[in-house]
């Protein structure tokens, strides 16, 4: 049984068309993509998603950014999902990760540190937290999966 984590494709990575590309490098590096919902967020949902940054100066660009277009969130699973997703997308600052981390997702479709195209749950308590953001209690099984 693999552990699950919330795998999204930001506004920049669904405008560049990098959705098949991303998706394809998921499941070449053995995941599985449980559940996927393609979701247009407002203001109020990307200021709830990213509310343990409230109070950083790129907030308000983040949550504008975040509305810019529809993103894609995708829980996926493999064991130690959480850490193997967040080693392929890389580092944050996607202009850092082109030199770091060149084969990185972030590498790949990433323009800045805030355009950087993908997210990845940072802990399992941020794993639970986002599935259930965007999927409800329909994913209360991530929780047992993770156990
Ligand atoms: P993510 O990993 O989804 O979590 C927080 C997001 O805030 C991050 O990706 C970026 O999109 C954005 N972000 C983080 N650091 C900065 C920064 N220094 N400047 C602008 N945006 C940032």
Not at 33 to 49: D, G, H, K, P, R
Not at 98 to 127: E, F, K, T, W, Y
């Amino acid at each position: 049984k693999g552990e699950r984590t919330l795998a999204m494709i930001k506004p920049d990575g669904i405008y560049g068309n990098f959705t098949d590309r991303i998706k394809q490098v998921i499941l070449e590096n053995g995941f599985f993509i449980v559940q996927e919902l393609m979701v247009q967020l407002v203001v109020e949902n990307a200021t709830l998603f990213y509310s343990e940054h409230s109070a950083k100066s790129f907030f308000p660009n983040l949550v504008e950014y975040m509305t810019s277009g529809p993103v894609l969130a995708m829980v996926i699973e493999k064991t130690n999902g959480i850490s193997e997703w967040r080693a392929l997308i890389g580092p944050t600052d996607a202009g850092k990760a082109r030199v770091s981390h060149p084969h990185s997702i972030r590498a790949m479709c990433g323009s800045s540190a805030q355009r950087n195209c993908v997210h990845g749950s940072d802990s399992a308590l941020a794993a639970a937290r986002e599935i259930l953001f965007f999927f409800g209690d329909i994913s209360a099984g991530a929780g047992a999966a993770a156990a």
